[in-house]
């Protein structure tokens, strides 16, 4: 694995990322995929190592780290559990950072100085049963009253939901106003009518306790307001624009796993005297797989990059996340198809790579809508090039 670009501090954290993961998460991935099991025993060993604090400053307990850094981190966890992985990269781009965007002081330290260390998991709250894509529909109140917000909601398909104390819920402030009306008011996991649902029995990703959250007139502080009323869809597009490099680094993890494993048994497996790896059939795919994990490192990293220079990302991170959540679907497919029979039973990986793959096209934004977003984008940078109003 060449990048060139990366620094020593990059090269020494993927070996010590890499490291605990091989010792702490490779001798039970299989077992918690199995069980659907969160293993807290190993996510609290993660909290002194700053994994749930990547890019949060050191005076509230983080790594304060770059967002290459942020991506080497969940692309390691991912290789060897996608589910934990998973848990990484949404507590990180879609719950801390956007407390320590659009929080105030106040919110940071009471809030982001517990998620950073890891003594709390968050959640980010968007999906209901009747809003997914269309981030609008969403049917959750937030209503004022007095000093407080009383918040009615039904989210679906929470990642972390089944352990998460502190959740960011969008919810309408102000049910008339249409878009405009959504905010974002954070929930903690204890608040009287804050109840969690039924863990999903999910296909992939399974030790990730993905579950609801209902809210029946829940009472918060109006303190709880992140940002300002109305900016709701602001803010979860901000810090989507981040989850995208999360999740993209998530799917090469999977995908380089994949390579792994199908590279190891093709030269091991004897077909027709000879080991697999020398036919060439298996080499066009080997040379297919490692172009689509080096393409989607490439493009993650880029993404990520151009982030660190406070540069323009959307159409980056929108790029990294379909290209790389396609590539995984594509890497996972043929390291079965290498193993024969093998690789669709749960004695081998990469049958649990395959399944863990398939999600990455589906959350934090459809294949579908990260071309509606690469689309618009690049017609907009066109047109300014062109000067066309």
């Given at each position: ?160 939901g089944g352990v ?60 709880n307001l992140l ?109 079965v198809q290498i ?51």
């Amino acid at each position: 694995m060449t990048e060139p670009f990366l620094t020593a501090k990059h090269r020494i954290l993927r070996r010590s990322v890499r490291s605990f993961c091989d010792r702490e998460l490779s001798p039970i991935a299989a077992q918690i995929d199995q069980e659907a099991r969160f293993p807290w025993e190993v996510i609290e060993k993660m909290g002194p190592l700053k994994y749930f604090g990547i890019q949060a400053s050191r005076e509230l307990g983080g790594a304060a780290l770059d967002s290459l850094s942020y991506a080497i981190i969940i692309e390691e966890v991912s290789r060897i559990s996608a589910a934990i992985g998973l848990c990484l990269s949404v507590h990180n781009s879609v719950a801390v950072f956007p407390i320590m965007a659009f929080g105030t002081a106040e919110q940071q330290q009471r809030w982001v100085s517990e998620l950073a260390r890891g003594q709390k998991i968050g959640a980010f709250c968007l999906t209901e049963p009747n809003a997914g894509s269309d981030a609008s529909g969403i049917s959750a109140t937030a209503i004022q009253e007095g000093d407080h917000y009383r918040v009615n909601a039904n989210k679906v398909f929470v990642t972390n939901g089944g352990v998460a104390d502190i959740c960011l819920i969008f919810a309408r402030t102000d049910p008339a106003a249409g878009r405009k009306g959504i905010s974002v008011v954070v929930v903690e996991r204890g608040t009287p009518g804050f109840v969690v649902g039924d863990l999903e029995d999910l296909c992939g990703v399974r030790a990730n306790p993905v579950s609801s959250i209902r809210l029946y007139d829940c009472c918060v502080p109006k303190e709880n307001l992140l940002g300002q009323s109305g900016t709701g869809l602001q803010i979860g597009l901000v810090a989507l624009d981040t989850g995208r490099i999360g999740i993209a680094a998530q799917a090469l993890g999977i995908a380089q796993a994949s390579m792994e494993e199908a590279i190891r048994y093709a030269n091991q497996r004897q077909q027709f005297g000879v080991p697999l790896s020398r036919h060439q059939v298996i080499q066009m795919m080997i040379a297919d797989m490692a172009t689509q994990v080096d393409a989607a490192r490439m493009m993650i990293y880029r993404a990520a990059w151009l982030k660190d220079q406070h540069q323009t990302f959307t159409k980056a991170s929108a790029q990294a996340k379909l290209f790389a959540a396609e590539a995984a679907g594509k890497v996972t497919d043929l390291a079965v198809q290498i193993h024969g029979g093998y690789g669709y039973s749960k004695a081998y990986a990469v049958e649990r790579y395959y399944r863990d793959a398939r999600v990455t096209r589906i959350y934090e934004g459809t294949s579908e809508i990260h071309r509606m977003v690469i689309a618009r984008e690049a017609q907009k940078e066109i047109m300014s090039d062109l000067h066309i109003a």
